[in-house]
Protein backbone atom coordinates (compact mmCIF):
# COMPACT_ATOMS: atom_id res chain seq x y z
CA UNK A 1 0.00 0.00 0.00
CA UNK A 2 1.41 3.54 -0.79
CA UNK A 3 2.04 6.10 1.52
CA UNK A 4 2.18 8.83 -0.56
CA UNK A 5 -0.65 7.95 -3.61
CA UNK A 6 -3.33 7.78 -1.36
CA UNK A 7 -7.02 9.37 -2.79
CA UNK A 8 -6.26 9.80 -6.38
CA UNK A 9 -9.11 12.15 -7.90
CA UNK A 10 -9.44 14.75 -4.67
CA UNK A 11 -9.57 18.15 -6.05
CA UNK A 12 -7.26 20.69 -5.27
CA UNK A 13 -8.95 23.37 -2.89
CA UNK A 14 -9.83 26.78 -4.58
CA UNK A 15 -6.74 29.58 -4.42
CA UNK A 16 -7.99 32.03 -1.98
CA UNK A 17 -8.81 35.72 -3.78
CA UNK A 18 -9.23 37.30 -0.39
CA UNK A 19 -5.36 39.12 -0.51
CA UNK A 20 -6.37 40.09 -4.57
CA UNK A 21 -8.18 43.56 -3.44
CA UNK A 22 -5.27 44.49 -0.99
CA UNK A 23 -2.42 43.76 -4.14
CA UNK A 24 -4.69 45.97 -6.69
CA UNK A 25 -4.83 48.44 -3.51
CA UNK A 26 -1.36 48.60 -3.50
CA UNK A 27 -0.98 49.45 -6.94
CA UNK A 28 -3.82 51.89 -6.62
CA UNK A 29 -2.13 53.87 -3.72
CA UNK A 30 1.32 54.28 -6.00
CA UNK A 31 -0.67 55.34 -9.03
CA UNK A 32 -2.44 57.95 -7.05
CA UNK A 33 0.98 59.21 -5.33
CA UNK A 34 2.96 59.01 -8.80
CA UNK A 35 -0.63 60.72 -10.81
CA UNK A 36 0.22 64.59 -11.73
CA UNK A 37 -2.92 65.63 -13.00
CA UNK A 38 -2.21 67.89 -16.67
CA UNK A 39 -2.72 71.69 -15.88
CA UNK A 40 -3.47 72.47 -19.06
CA UNK A 41 -5.19 71.18 -21.98
CA UNK A 42 -3.13 71.68 -24.70
CA UNK A 43 -4.69 72.45 -28.03
CA UNK A 44 -1.48 71.85 -30.02
CA UNK A 45 0.57 68.92 -30.86
CA UNK A 46 3.41 68.76 -28.60
CA UNK A 47 5.94 66.32 -29.18
CA UNK A 48 8.95 67.10 -27.56
CA UNK A 49 12.80 66.94 -29.51
CA UNK A 50 15.10 64.81 -27.56
CA UNK A 51 18.19 65.37 -26.24
CA UNK A 52 20.71 63.80 -24.14
CA UNK A 53 22.43 66.08 -22.45
CA UNK A 54 19.89 67.55 -20.53
CA UNK A 55 19.20 68.59 -16.75
CA UNK A 56 16.56 67.73 -14.28
CA UNK A 57 14.35 70.89 -13.52
CA UNK A 58 14.78 71.96 -10.00
CA UNK A 59 11.32 72.07 -8.89
CA UNK A 60 11.75 74.42 -6.08
CA UNK A 61 11.90 77.29 -8.52
CA UNK A 62 8.84 78.82 -10.03
CA UNK A 63 8.44 77.77 -13.44
CA UNK A 64 6.21 78.93 -16.57
CA UNK A 65 4.93 76.86 -19.70
CA UNK A 66 5.18 77.82 -22.83
CA UNK A 67 3.87 75.87 -25.47
CA UNK A 68 4.23 76.00 -28.76
CA UNK A 69 3.07 73.91 -32.17
CA UNK A 70 0.56 73.23 -34.49
CA UNK A 71 -3.00 73.35 -33.47
CA UNK A 72 -3.96 69.69 -32.64
CA UNK A 73 -6.35 67.12 -34.49
CA UNK A 74 -9.97 68.71 -33.14
CA UNK A 75 -8.55 72.27 -32.75
CA UNK A 76 -8.30 73.36 -36.22
CA UNK A 77 -10.45 76.06 -35.85
CA UNK A 78 -7.21 77.52 -35.20
CA UNK A 79 -5.44 77.30 -38.14
CA UNK A 80 -2.81 75.43 -39.21
CA UNK A 81 0.43 77.32 -38.38
CA UNK A 82 2.13 76.73 -35.81
CA UNK A 83 1.26 78.94 -32.70
CA UNK A 84 1.82 79.86 -28.76
CA UNK A 85 0.03 78.45 -26.40
CA UNK A 86 -0.22 79.70 -22.54
CA UNK A 87 -2.28 78.56 -20.45
CA UNK A 88 -5.23 77.81 -21.53
CA UNK A 89 -5.59 80.45 -24.46
CA UNK A 90 -4.32 80.30 -27.84
CA UNK A 91 -2.35 83.32 -27.96
CA UNK A 92 -1.95 85.23 -31.59
CA UNK A 93 0.51 88.00 -31.13
CA UNK A 94 3.18 86.98 -29.41
CA UNK A 95 3.50 89.99 -27.46
CA UNK A 96 1.18 88.91 -25.32
CA UNK A 97 3.94 86.85 -23.68
CA UNK A 98 4.73 90.22 -22.08
CA UNK A 99 1.74 90.11 -20.33
CA UNK A 100 2.05 86.86 -19.27
CA UNK A 101 5.84 87.04 -17.87
CA UNK A 102 4.16 89.73 -15.74
CA UNK A 103 1.57 87.72 -14.43
CA UNK A 104 3.61 84.90 -13.36
CA UNK A 105 5.93 87.36 -12.04
CA UNK A 106 3.09 88.68 -9.77
CA UNK A 107 1.91 85.20 -9.10
CA UNK A 108 5.33 84.40 -7.62
CA UNK A 109 6.48 87.17 -5.46
CA UNK A 110 8.88 89.49 -5.47
CA UNK A 111 12.30 87.28 -4.12
CA UNK A 112 11.28 84.84 -6.35
CA UNK A 113 10.93 86.58 -9.43
CA UNK A 114 15.04 86.14 -10.21
CA UNK A 115 14.42 82.06 -9.93
CA UNK A 116 11.62 82.33 -12.34
CA UNK A 117 12.16 80.13 -15.23
CA UNK A 118 10.44 79.61 -18.62
CA UNK A 119 9.89 75.85 -19.95
CA UNK A 120 9.56 76.22 -23.59
CA UNK A 121 7.32 72.92 -24.94
CA UNK A 122 7.66 73.22 -28.32
CA UNK A 123 6.63 70.71 -30.82
CA UNK A 124 10.20 69.13 -32.80
CA UNK A 125 8.94 70.14 -35.96
CA UNK A 126 8.07 73.95 -35.37
CA UNK A 127 9.96 76.41 -37.33
CA UNK A 128 12.59 78.51 -35.16
CA UNK A 129 11.47 81.54 -36.52
CA UNK A 130 8.20 81.32 -34.26
CA UNK A 131 10.89 80.45 -31.38
CA UNK A 132 12.93 83.21 -32.32
CA UNK A 133 10.14 85.24 -31.75
CA UNK A 134 9.11 83.77 -28.70
CA UNK A 135 12.82 84.58 -27.34
CA UNK A 136 12.90 88.00 -28.36
CA UNK A 137 9.68 89.02 -26.80
CA UNK A 138 11.25 87.20 -23.32
CA UNK A 139 14.48 89.12 -23.55
CA UNK A 140 12.34 92.34 -24.40
CA UNK A 141 10.68 91.96 -20.50
CA UNK A 142 14.34 90.48 -19.84
CA UNK A 143 13.22 87.06 -18.73
CA UNK A 144 16.65 85.97 -19.35
CA UNK A 145 16.81 82.09 -17.79
CA UNK A 146 15.03 79.81 -20.40
CA UNK A 147 15.04 75.91 -20.41
CA UNK A 148 14.16 74.26 -23.94
CA UNK A 149 11.59 70.60 -22.73
CA UNK A 150 12.88 67.78 -24.60
CA UNK A 151 12.74 63.76 -23.69
CA UNK A 152 15.84 61.76 -23.43
CA UNK A 153 17.07 60.14 -26.46
CA UNK A 154 19.61 60.54 -28.68
CA UNK A 155 19.31 63.14 -30.99
CA UNK A 156 21.27 61.83 -33.48
CA UNK A 157 19.49 58.98 -34.46
CA UNK A 158 16.72 59.95 -37.25
CA UNK A 159 13.58 60.27 -35.74
CA UNK B 1 -35.94 36.80 20.08
CA UNK B 2 -33.23 34.91 19.42
CA UNK B 3 -30.01 37.67 18.52
CA UNK B 4 -28.86 36.99 15.42
CA UNK B 5 -25.26 38.03 14.05
CA UNK B 6 -24.96 40.04 11.38
CA UNK B 7 -24.78 38.59 8.35
CA UNK B 8 -20.91 39.18 7.19
CA UNK B 9 -20.96 41.91 3.95
CA UNK B 10 -19.75 40.26 0.50
CA UNK B 11 -16.00 41.65 -0.05
CA UNK B 12 -15.73 40.05 -3.24
CA UNK B 13 -16.92 42.79 -5.43
CA UNK B 14 -13.81 45.12 -3.74
CA UNK B 15 -11.25 43.65 -6.27
CA UNK B 16 -13.70 45.28 -8.59
CA UNK B 17 -13.75 48.37 -7.65
CA UNK B 18 -10.20 48.82 -6.66
CA UNK B 19 -9.40 47.98 -10.50
CA UNK B 20 -11.94 50.35 -11.96
CA UNK B 21 -10.22 53.01 -10.08
CA UNK B 22 -6.80 51.57 -10.51
CA UNK B 23 -7.58 51.69 -14.27
CA UNK B 24 -8.96 55.25 -14.06
CA UNK B 25 -5.21 56.32 -12.48
CA UNK B 26 -3.45 54.44 -14.89
CA UNK B 27 -5.05 56.17 -17.82
CA UNK B 28 -4.54 59.35 -16.33
CA UNK B 29 -1.05 59.46 -15.21
CA UNK B 30 1.12 61.44 -17.41
CA UNK B 31 4.93 60.57 -15.27
CA UNK B 32 6.16 64.12 -15.72
CA UNK B 33 9.32 64.04 -17.13
CA UNK B 34 10.41 67.45 -16.50
CA UNK B 35 13.98 67.59 -18.15
CA UNK B 36 15.72 69.59 -20.76
CA UNK B 37 18.40 71.85 -21.75
CA UNK B 38 19.14 75.12 -19.80
CA UNK B 39 19.79 78.49 -21.74
CA UNK B 40 20.18 81.89 -20.68
CA UNK B 41 19.17 84.53 -23.26
CA UNK B 42 22.07 87.03 -23.89
CA UNK B 43 20.33 90.69 -22.49
CA UNK B 44 18.45 92.89 -24.70
CA UNK B 45 20.65 94.73 -27.44
CA UNK B 46 22.61 97.58 -26.08
CA UNK B 47 23.71 99.97 -28.95
CA UNK B 48 26.02 101.53 -26.88
CA UNK B 49 27.97 98.65 -26.75
CA UNK B 50 30.01 97.55 -30.24
CA UNK B 51 30.71 94.05 -30.16
CA UNK B 52 33.85 92.51 -29.69
CA UNK B 53 36.01 91.43 -32.76
CA UNK B 54 36.64 88.16 -32.83
CA UNK B 55 39.09 86.39 -35.11
CA UNK B 56 38.04 84.35 -37.36
CA UNK B 57 39.95 81.29 -36.35
CA UNK B 58 38.29 81.70 -33.07
CA UNK B 59 35.12 81.48 -34.06
CA UNK B 60 33.59 78.78 -35.16
CA UNK B 61 30.32 79.31 -37.55
CA UNK B 62 27.56 76.30 -37.30
CA UNK B 63 24.90 77.00 -40.07
CA UNK B 64 21.43 75.39 -39.87
CA UNK B 65 20.02 75.80 -43.32
CA UNK B 66 15.91 76.16 -43.44
CA UNK B 67 15.99 72.16 -44.55
CA UNK B 68 17.96 71.16 -41.89
CA UNK B 69 21.62 70.57 -43.16
CA UNK B 70 24.19 71.11 -41.22
CA UNK B 71 26.89 73.85 -42.25
CA UNK B 72 29.99 73.97 -40.30
CA UNK B 73 32.59 76.90 -41.02
CA UNK B 74 31.28 76.64 -44.77
CA UNK B 75 31.56 72.93 -45.06
CA UNK B 76 28.36 70.40 -44.71
CA UNK B 77 28.80 67.98 -42.08
CA UNK B 78 26.89 65.07 -40.71
CA UNK B 79 25.43 65.53 -37.05
CA UNK B 80 27.16 62.80 -35.33
CA UNK B 81 30.50 64.39 -36.23
CA UNK B 82 29.50 67.49 -34.72
CA UNK B 83 30.80 66.84 -31.26
CA UNK B 84 34.04 65.70 -32.09
CA UNK B 85 34.95 68.65 -34.40
CA UNK B 86 33.12 70.86 -32.05
CA UNK B 87 35.56 68.79 -29.30
CA UNK B 88 38.83 69.25 -31.60
CA UNK B 89 37.99 73.51 -32.14
CA UNK B 90 37.50 74.14 -28.58
CA UNK B 91 40.64 71.93 -27.23
CA UNK B 92 43.03 73.12 -29.90
CA UNK B 93 45.27 75.10 -27.77
CA UNK B 94 46.59 77.17 -31.23
CA UNK B 95 49.03 79.77 -28.72
CA UNK B 96 49.94 76.94 -27.32
CA UNK B 97 49.58 78.99 -23.46
CA UNK B 98 46.68 76.61 -22.37
CA UNK B 99 48.52 74.18 -20.15
CA UNK B 100 45.33 71.49 -19.97
CA UNK B 101 44.50 71.36 -24.05
CA UNK B 102 45.46 68.21 -25.67
CA UNK B 103 44.86 69.22 -29.00
CA UNK B 104 46.25 69.16 -32.47
CA UNK B 105 47.53 72.36 -32.56
CA UNK B 106 45.99 73.25 -35.78
CA UNK B 107 46.54 77.38 -36.88
CA UNK B 108 42.92 77.47 -38.07
CA UNK B 109 41.07 76.79 -35.29
CA UNK B 110 40.85 78.79 -31.70
CA UNK B 111 44.24 79.77 -29.86
CA UNK B 112 42.55 79.06 -26.20
CA UNK B 113 39.47 77.52 -24.92
CA UNK B 114 38.84 81.20 -23.73
CA UNK B 115 39.17 82.71 -27.03
CA UNK B 116 36.91 79.98 -28.37
CA UNK B 117 33.07 81.37 -29.37
CA UNK B 118 30.79 79.18 -31.42
CA UNK B 119 28.31 80.84 -33.44
CA UNK B 120 25.24 79.08 -34.66
CA UNK B 121 23.48 80.36 -37.31
CA UNK B 122 19.72 79.01 -38.16
CA UNK B 123 17.13 80.51 -40.43
CA UNK B 124 13.26 80.84 -39.72
CA UNK B 125 12.27 77.84 -41.66
CA UNK B 126 14.44 75.26 -39.46
CA UNK B 127 12.75 73.21 -37.74
CA UNK B 128 13.23 72.93 -33.60
CA UNK B 129 13.89 69.79 -33.60
CA UNK B 130 16.88 69.86 -35.69
CA UNK B 131 18.33 73.15 -34.08
CA UNK B 132 17.97 71.18 -30.48
CA UNK B 133 19.46 68.51 -31.45
CA UNK B 134 22.74 70.58 -32.53
CA UNK B 135 22.34 72.46 -29.02
CA UNK B 136 22.10 69.33 -27.55
CA UNK B 137 25.68 68.27 -29.78
CA UNK B 138 27.38 71.41 -28.79
CA UNK B 139 26.35 70.99 -25.21
CA UNK B 140 27.86 67.50 -25.56
CA UNK B 141 31.58 68.67 -26.64
CA UNK B 142 31.60 71.37 -23.61
CA UNK B 143 30.93 68.92 -20.85
CA UNK B 144 33.32 66.53 -22.17
CA UNK B 145 36.09 68.70 -21.92
CA UNK B 146 34.66 69.69 -18.24
CA UNK B 147 34.44 66.15 -17.23
CA UNK B 148 37.80 65.03 -18.47
CA UNK B 149 39.19 68.52 -16.28
CA UNK B 150 37.20 67.56 -13.37
CA UNK B 151 38.38 63.99 -13.94
CA UNK B 152 42.05 65.14 -13.78
CA UNK B 153 41.74 67.83 -10.84
CA UNK B 154 39.10 66.35 -8.44
CA UNK B 155 39.08 62.54 -9.87
CA UNK B 156 34.76 63.11 -10.25
CA UNK B 157 33.06 63.79 -13.48
CA UNK B 158 31.66 66.99 -14.00
CA UNK B 159 28.16 66.32 -14.05
CA UNK B 160 28.63 64.66 -10.56
CA UNK B 161 30.26 67.53 -9.26
CA UNK B 162 26.91 69.44 -10.39
CA UNK B 163 24.26 67.20 -8.99
CA UNK B 164 26.37 67.40 -5.52
CA UNK B 165 26.28 70.83 -6.11
CA UNK B 166 22.41 70.69 -6.36
CA UNK B 167 21.63 68.38 -3.61
CA UNK B 168 24.11 70.18 -0.98
CA UNK B 169 22.45 70.30 2.49
CA UNK B 170 24.34 72.61 3.90
CA UNK B 171 25.76 76.27 2.86
CA UNK B 172 29.12 75.25 3.15
CA UNK B 173 28.69 71.99 1.21
CA UNK B 174 27.45 74.06 -1.82
CA UNK B 175 29.93 76.61 -1.52
CA UNK B 176 32.49 73.97 -1.70
CA UNK B 177 30.87 71.98 -4.93
CA UNK B 178 29.94 75.60 -6.11
CA UNK B 179 34.30 76.68 -6.05
CA UNK B 180 34.75 72.93 -8.23
CA UNK B 181 32.15 73.44 -11.03
CA UNK B 182 33.04 77.17 -11.37
CA UNK B 183 36.91 76.36 -11.23
CA UNK B 184 35.79 73.74 -13.84
CA UNK B 185 33.79 76.27 -15.97
CA UNK B 186 36.20 79.15 -16.19
CA UNK B 187 38.73 75.85 -17.95
CA UNK B 188 36.32 75.93 -20.76
CA UNK B 189 33.20 78.84 -20.91
CA UNK B 190 30.86 78.24 -22.97
CA UNK B 191 30.45 81.04 -25.40
CA UNK B 192 27.69 79.93 -27.78
CA UNK B 193 26.21 83.14 -29.37
CA UNK B 194 23.08 82.53 -31.81
CA UNK B 195 21.76 84.41 -34.55
CA UNK B 196 18.98 84.43 -37.02
CA UNK B 197 21.16 83.58 -40.15
CA UNK B 198 20.26 86.09 -43.08
CA UNK B 199 18.71 84.01 -46.44
Known sequence: MSKFNKGGGKELPAISTASLPDIVFMLLFFFMVATVMRENTLFIENTLPSADQVEKLDKKSPIMYVYAGKPGPGYKKYGTEAKVQLDDKMVSNVTEIQNFVQENRNRVGETQVGKLLAALKVDRSTNMGLIGDVKEQLREVNQLKINYATVNGDPTKKK | ?199
Open chain 2, 1 to 199: MAKRAAPEVNAGSMADIAFLLLIFFLVTTTIESDTGINRKLPPKFDDRITPPIIKQKNLFTVVVSKDNQLLVEEQPMELKDLREATIAFLDNNGDGKCAYCKGKKDENLSAHPNKAVISVQNSRETNYGSYIAIQNELIAAYNFLRNREAQRLFGESFLSIVQKWKKAESDEEKEEWDKKREEIKKLFPEKISESEAKE
